[in-house]
C-alpha cells in the first residue's frame, strides 16, 4: 500500500509583520443534496471571523447567492476598511468534513482570492 505523503506546511509573512503559518484543509460543499460535491482546500488560520467564499468562485461554480438585507463592511487585520465593496450576498452550502456534515451560511466577498 503506498503511503499518503501530507503537504509540508506553508509560511509566510504579511507586510513584514508576524510570520503567519498557513494551514489549510480540503472540504466538500454542495448547495442541495443531489448536487456533486465541490471539494476546495480551505485556510484554517485565516485570521477572518466567519466564512467567505470568493465571487468569482461562487459564479463559477454557479451557488446561487442570496441578497443581504444590509452591506456588511469588512475591516483588514490592521483595522483598516477592506479595499473591496462591501458584503452584499451569501450562500447557503452542507459543508462536510470526513464524518461531519453541516448547514451553513457562507459571506460572498468580491475580488478576494
Do not use: W
Not at 8 to 16: A, C, D, F, I, Q
Not at 53 to 66: G, V
Request: net charge neutral; hydrophobic share 35%.
Amino acid at each position: 500500500m503506498k503511503e499518503k505523503k501530507e503537504k509540508p506546511v506553508e509560511v509566510r509573512k504579511l507586510k513584514g509583520e508576524k510570520t503567519l503559518r498557513e494551514i489549510t484543509v480540503k472540504i466538500g460543499l454542495t448547495q442541495e443534496e443531489d448536487e456533486e460535491e465541490i471539494v476546495v482546500e480551505v485556510f484554517l488560520n485565516s485570521e477572518a471571523t466567519g466564512l467567505v467564499m470568493n465571487l468569482e468562485f461562487a459564479r463559477k461554480k454557479k451557488f446561487r447567492k442570496k441578497k443581504l438585507d444590509r452591506l456588511i463592511y469588512v475591516r483588514n487585520i490592521d483595522s483598516t476598511f477592506n479595499h473591496e465593496r462591501p458584503i452584499e450576498h451569501m450562500v447557503e452550502v452542507e459543508l462536510f468534513y470526513r464524518e461531519y456534515k453541516e448547514r451553513t451560511e457562507i459571506d460572498v466577498m468580491g475580488g478576494q482570492k
